[in-house]
C-alpha cells in the first residue's frame, strides 16, 4: 500500500505526523513534543484528540490500522477518492459500503483478445495513472522552494473561517420542546382512556351508528400516532457560507465540486416555454463557479418548440448572466425580476445600473415577444410535420417513435457571454422512445439524465428541478455544500432537501397551496431522525447514492460472506456459518443494489479483485456502456480519462436508448425507482434503507420558488395524483410496513413517518362516514354518545385540552401562523373526502383489473383579474363526495332544530352536542363551499344536481330501511268495545 501525500504542518511547514480528528489540524512531531512538554495534550485550535502515527517498531498490522485513521484525519476537508484508489489504499473511512445480491459467472465477454480479465486491465491502467500523479506531485514538491516566513503567517481569521464547521444544528429550545413532548404523552394517555371509555358504553339504541364511530375514532388515533412522533425530535440548520469560502476558495481554480442541474419537462403547451427558460436562466446564472455548472434539460415530449425556445434561451442567456452577475440581482429569473414591486434601486451603487436595467428590460421583452411567436406557430401542428432550418424533419415529429436527441447549446466549446466570459453548459436531451418499450414517464427521463451527464460531465452532485422552480437564492447552491462538502457531516448525505415556496398564491391561501405545515413541521422533525423524505423538486443528491451505493459508515460484511458467492477466488471449503448469520445476509438483498463493498476485497491480491469485479458484472446493473460504467467508479465526478471527446456524444445517445435499461437495475435498485407516480417518495425512501441520511436546509431566503395550482378543480387533482402514488406504494414490494428490515438501517420514526405517507389516503374512508353521521344523528334524533358521566365528561374535556395544547405548541416552536394550522386542517378534510377516496379507488382497480382511470379535468370559466384562476371552476368527479356531505349536514341542521322547536324545550340539551358536531364538519368543508359558489356566488347546475340527487336518495334510503336504530318493540292493540277509548 502506497502512503499519502504528506500533509505540511500549520506551525512550521515540516511534514505532520498528527491531525487533530475534528479539525484536521496538523502538527509535525517536533512540535508535538513542544507542545506535550508544556502540558498541551489536546488540538490548540478546537481542543480536540490528535491522531498520530505509529512508530514503525509497533508492527505492520497496527501500522496499517493507524495509517489508515491518520490519512483519514490529515486529509482534512472532505475527500472523495476514487473507485480506483480503492483498490491500493485501505481508507475504511471514506470508502462505500457496496454489496451485490446476484452475481454473474465468468464469460466470454469479460475477457480480453489474450484471454486476461477486461476489468483486471482497467484495474492496471488505475494504478498506473495513480503512481505517475503520485510521482509528479513528489517532484514538483522537490523543486518547490519554501516561501518566506511572511508569507507562512496566515490570517488567524481567515485559518480559523478554513477549519470551522459550514454548518450547525440549532436546537429547539427545551422551554419550548419539552412541554410539547409532556402534552404528546399526556394525549396518547388520554387518548387511551378515552378508548376504554368509548368501548365500553356502547349505544344500543343505536348501535350501528356507534360502532361506526368508534372504528373511525381507533382508525384517527393510530394515523395521528403516526404523524406525531416523527416530529419528536424537530432541529433546525444554519450554514456559513463564508466559510465554505474560506476553505475551498471561490475562484476559477476554486476546489468546490461540480453540479449538474436537471430539469425536466414534456408539454410545452401545457408548461409554457418561457417558464421553462426562465428556469434555465436562473440556473445559469446562480452564484457559483461557471466550469463547475452544467444544465441539462430533458424534453420527454420531443417538442420542436421546447428545441427552438432553448436555443433562443442560450442566446439571451449571453446577456442575461454578466448582467445578474455584475449587479448581483436576485431573483435571476428575469420574468419575476422585473415584475417585483419592490424598490430595485436599493443598495445599487453602480451609476450604470439604471441605464443598464432599462436596456436589459427590453432585451428581455424582445426575447419574451420571439418565445410567444414561436408558442403561436406551435399551436397548430403541419401535416407534414415539423421542419428544422436547414430543410431537414424534425427527428421529433412522432413523440412516441423517435430516436434520441442532445444539443449542446452552451459550454466550453459554444458561445460565451457578451464580456467574453464563459458559460455554463447547457445540454438539451430528449431520450429515444420507440412503441412496444416501457418509459416510466418523470422517473425514466431523470435516469436517462443521469446517465447522459455521467458521460458528459459526470459532477459528483446533482440538482433536480421542475421546470416550473426557478432558483430564488443564487447561493442555494452554496447553501447545500456547506453540507455535502463539510467532512464532518456530508459523510453520510445523500441529498439535501431544500422547503418548496410558491408564488401567484391568493393572500388566504384558501386551499394550503404552500403546505405550510409539512414543509416547517413535519420536515424539521424528520431532519431530527434520518432526514427528511424526498419531495421531487429542489433537492441536491449525490450521485454515488443514486448509483445503489452504501455510505462509508455502513458496517462491512465479513470477508467469508462476499467469498461464498465467488467459486474462483477463494480456497474451496465449506465455511459454517450460524443460521442468524445466514438469515441476516439473505434479508440484507431487498436492500442492496447489485453493487458490492469494495471494503471487504481488500485482503484479496490485485488478481483476485480483478476476477471478483469480472463476476459481479457492472454491466448487468448499469447497463452495457463502458464509458458509463467507469464513470460510476469516480467518485470525484469528471469525465474519464480514457474517454474520447470526440465519442462522448455517440456514447450519451446510446445510453439514453429505449433498450438501455433492459435486463439492468436502472428503476429497481439504481437512480429513480419505477412503480409509482410519486418516484420521489420512493427513491429517497430506498436511499434511506441503505443507511443514508438527508438534510433540510432551509436558508433566510427561498432558495428556489415555483407556482402551484389554486384553484379547487387543480388542485384537488394534484392531490389525487399524490394521493394515488402513496396507494400505489402501499400495494408495491416497496411498502415501508414490510419492506427493508433486513439490515436495521432505517430508523423506526423514519419508518412511521414513511407509513404515513403511504396510509394517509385511507383515511379518507373512516373520514367521509365521520362527516355524514352529524347528519344521520340529526335526521333520526340518535346520537353516538351516550349520556355521559362525570368521569367521562373529564375524559373528553381532556382530549379536546390536548388537542389544542398539541397544537398551540407545536405552533410555537414551529414558528408558523394560526391561520395556516386552519387552512391545513380544513384541506385535510377537504382532500380525505374527496381526492383521497378516488386514489384509494384507483389504486385498488389498477391493482386488480389493471384499469387505469383517469379523472379528467375540464375549464369551464376563467378570470384575468389578479389571482384569477382562484375563481375558476372546472367540472370533476371529484367533487361530488364533499358536496354531498355538505348538503347533508346542512339539511341536518335544519331539521335537528324543527325537531327541537317540535319536541319542546327538553330535547334542545342533546341537540346542540349534535348541532355542533354538524358544524364541525361545515367549518372544515367551508372553503370547498367558496370555491363552489366561485366569484359570482353561483354554483354550476351539476354539481347541485348530482349532490342533491344523491343526498335525497340517501335520506329515502334511510327512512326506508333504518338500518343502524335498533328495533321499536311492537304496540299491543286491545279491541276496545267501549265508547270511549
Not at 326 to 334: G, L, N, S, T, W
Not at 336 to 341: I, R
Not at 412 to 441: C, I, M, W
Amino acid at each position: 500500500m502506497e502512503s499519502a501525500a504528506a500533509v505540511p504542518c500549520a506551525a512550521c511547514g515540516d511534514d505532520a505526523c498528527a491531525a487533530c480528528r475534528a479539525c484536521s489540524y496538523a502538527l509535525c512531531r517536533a512540535c508535538l513534543d513542544e507542545d506535550a512538554a508544556e502540558g498541551r495534550t489536546t488540538c490548540a485550535r478546537c481542543g480536540g484528540e490528535y491522531a498520530t502515527a505509529t512508530d514503525p517498531a509497533h508492527g505492520n498490522e497496527g501500522a496499517e490500522a493507524d495509517e489508515v485513521e491518520d490519512h483519514h484525519a490529515a486529509g482534512g476537508l472532505r475527500e472523495r477518492v476514487t473507485m480506483g484508489s480503492h483498490l491500493n489504499d485501505r481508507q475504511d473511512e471514506v470508502s462505500h459500503g457496496r454489496t451485490m445480491s446476484s452475481l454473474s459467472g465468468i464469460g466470454s465477454e469479460l475477457n480480453d483478445e489474450s484471454g486476461k480479465p477486461i476489468w483486471k486491465n482497467r484495474v492496471e491502467s488505475w494504478k498506473e495513472k495513480k503512481n505517475e500523479k503520485k510521482a509528479s506531485a513528489k517532484k514538483a514538491a522537490a523543486k518547490a522552494q519554501p516561501p518566506p516566513v511572511e508569507e507562512q503567517i496566515m490570517d488567524e481569521n481567515d485559518l480559523t473561517d478554513a477549519y470551522e464547521p459550514l454548518s450547525r444544528i440549532i436546537p429547539i429550545s427545551k422551554n419550548k420542546l419539552t412541554p410539547y413532548r409532556a402534552v404528546i404523552i399526556m394525549r396518547l394517555i388520554v387518548l387511551g382512556l378515552f378508548f376504554h371509555y368509548r368501548i365500553t358504553n356502547p349505544v344500543y339504541s343505536a348501535f350501528g351508528l356507534w360502532m361506526t364511530s368508534v372504528i373511525c375514532e381507533i382508525w384517527f388515533g393510530f394515523s395521528w400516532i403516526l404523524d406525531q412522533f416523527p416530529k419528536w425530535y424537530p432541529i433546525n440548520r444554519e450554514t456559513y457560507v463564508d466559510r465554505l469560502i474560506a476553505r475551498y476558495g471561490d475562484a476559477e481554480d476554486s476546489g468546490l465540486a461540480p453540479v449538474d442541474f436537471f430539469v425536466s419537462t414534456v408539454d410545452p403547451l401545457k408548461e409554457p416555454p418561457l417558464i421553462t427558460a426562465n428556469t434555465v436562466l436562473s440556473i445559469l446564472a446562480v452564484d457559483y463557479p461557471v466550469e463547475k455548472i452544467s444544465c441539462y434539460v430533458s424534453d420527454d415530449g420531443s417538442a420542436m418548440l421546447t428545441f427552438e425556445s432553448l436555443a433562443e434561451t442560450a442566446e439571451f442567456a449571453r446577456k442575461w448572466v454578466p448582467f445578474c452577475k455584475k449587479y448581483a440581482i436576485e431573483p435571476r429569473a428575469p420574468e419575476f425580476y422585473f415584475s417585483q414591486k419592490i424598490d430595485y434601486l436599493k443598495d445599487k451603487i453602480h451609476p450604470s445600473f439604471v441605464k443598464e436595467r432599462r436596456a436589459m428590460k427590453r432585451d428581455y421583452e424582445e426575447y419574451k415577444v420571439r418565445i410567444n411567436a414561436l408558442v403561436a406557430k406551435a399551436q397548430k401542428t403541419p401535416e407534414e410535420g415539423w421542419i428544422m432550418q436547414d430543410g431537414t424533419p424534425w427527428p421529433g415529429n412522432n413523440p412516441r417513435d423517435h430516436p434520441g436527441m442532445i444539443q449542446v447549446f452552451l459550454g466550453e466549446t459554444g458561445a460565451r457571454d457578451f464580456d467574453g466570459n464563459e458559460l455554463p453548459r447547457l445540454v438539451y436531451v430528449s431520450r429515444e422512445k420507440r412503441p412496444g418499450y416501457q418509459h416510466h414517464k418523470k422517473a425514466g427521463a431523470m435516469n436517462a439524465l443521469v446517465r447522459v451527464s455521467a458521460v458528459l460531465t459526470n459532477a459528483p452532485y446533482i440538482l433536480n428541478l421542475d421546470c416550473d422552480h426557478y432558483v430564488n437564492n443564487s447561493k442555494a447552491v452554496r447553501e447545500a455544500m456547506c453540507f455535502m462538502m463539510d467532512p464532518t457531516v456530508g459523510r453520510d448525505v445523500c441529498y439535501v432537501q431544500f422547503p418548496q415556496r410558491f408564488d401567484g398564491i391568493d393572500r388566504s391561501d384558501r386551499y394550503a397551496n404552500r403546505n405550510v405545515v409539512f414543509f416547517d413541521v413535519n420536515m424539521k422533525g424528520l431532519d431530527g431522525i434520518q432526514g427528511p423524505v424526498y419531495v421531487g423538486t429542489g433537492c441536491c443528491f449525490y450521485r454515488q447514492a443514486l448509483y445503489g451505493y452504501g455510505p462509508p459508515s455502513l458496517p462491512a460484511l465479513p470477508k467469508s460472506s462476499v467469498c461464498s458467492w465467488c467459486c474462483c477466488c477463494c480456497p474451496k471449503k465449506k465455511i459454517e456459518r450460524s443460521e442468524r448469520e445466514i438469515n441476516r445476509d439473505s434479508r440484507r438483498e431487498d436492500l442492496e443494489s447489485a453493487i458490492f463493498n469494495l471494503r471487504e476485497i481488500d485482503n484479496y491480491d490485485e488478481y483476485e479483485r480483478s476476477m471478483l469485479i469480472s463476476q459481479m458484472s457492472f454491466e448487468k446493473t448499469f447497463g452495457l456502456s463502458s464509458v458509463f460504467i467507469e464513470s460510476t467508479l469516480m467518485e470525484n465526478g469528471g469525465v474519464p480519462e480514457s474517454a474520447n471527446p470526440s465519442t462522448l456524444i455517440k456514447e450519451a445517445i446510446h445510453v439514453i436508448s429505449c433498450g438501455y435499461e433492459e435486463k439492468s437495475e436502472w428503476g429497481k435498485e439504481i437512480g429513480w425507482i419505477y412503480g409509482s407516480v410519486t418516484e420521489d417518495i420512493l427513491t429517497g425512501f430506498k436511499m434511506h434503507c441503505r443507511g443514508w441520511r438527508s438534510i433540510y436546509c432551509m436558508p433566510v431566503r427561498p432558495a428556489f420558488k415555483g407556482s402551484a395550482p389554486i384553484n379547487l378543480s387543480d388542485r384537488l387533482h394534484q392531490v389525487l395524483r399524490w394521493a394515488l402514488g402513496s396507494v400505489e406504494i402501499f400495494l408495491s414490494r416497496h411498502c415501508p410496513l414490510w419492506y427493508g428490515y433486513g439490515g436495521g438501517r432505517l430508523k423506526w420514526l423514519q419508518r412511521l413517518s414513511y407509513i404515513n405517507t403511504i396510509v394517509y389516503p385511507f383515511t379518507s374512508l373512516p373520514l367521509i362516514a365521520y362527516c355524514c353521521l352529524p347528519a344521520i344523528c340529526l335526521l333520526t334524533g340518535k346520537f353516538i354518545i351516550p349520556t355521559l358521566s362525570n368521569a367521562a365528561t373529564i375524559w373528553f374535556l381532556g382530549l379536546f385540552m390536548s388537542i389544542i395544547l398539541t397544537s398551540v405548541l407545536e405552533l410555537r416552536w414551529s414558528g408558523i401562523g394560526i391561520e395556516d394550522w386552519w387552512r391545513n386542517e380544513q384541506f385535510w378534510v377537504i382532500g380525505g373526502v374527496s381526492a383521497h377516496l378516488f386514489a384509494v379507488f384507483q389504486g385498488i382497480l389498477k391493482m386488480i383489473a389493471g384499469l387505469d382511470t383517469n379523472f379528467t379535468v375540464t375549464a369551464k370559466a376563467t378570470d384575468d383579474t389578479e389571482f384569477g384562476e382562484l375563481y375558476v371552476f372546472k367540472w370533476t368527479t371529484v367533487l361530488i363526495p364533499p358536496t354531498t356531505i355538505l348538503v347533508l349536514n346542512l339539511v341536518g341542521v335544519v331539521a335537528g332544530f324543527s325537531d327541537a322547536l317540535n319536541s319542546g324545550y327538553e330535547s334542545w340539551g342533546p341537540l346542540f352536542g349534535k348541532v355542533f358536531f354538524a358544524m364541525w364538519v361545515i367549518m372544515h368543508l367551508y372553503p370547498f363551499l367558496k370555491g363552489l359558489m366561485g366569484r359570482q356566488n353561483r354554483t354550476p347546475t351539476i354539481v347541485v344536481l348530482w349532490s342533491v340527487l344523491l343526498a335525497s336518495v340517501f335520506s329515502l334510503l334511510w327512512v326506508k330501511i333504518d338500518p343502524f336504530v335498533g328495533g321499536t318493540e311492537p304496540v299491543n292493540s286491545t279491541n276496545c268495545n267501549t265508547v270511549i277509548c
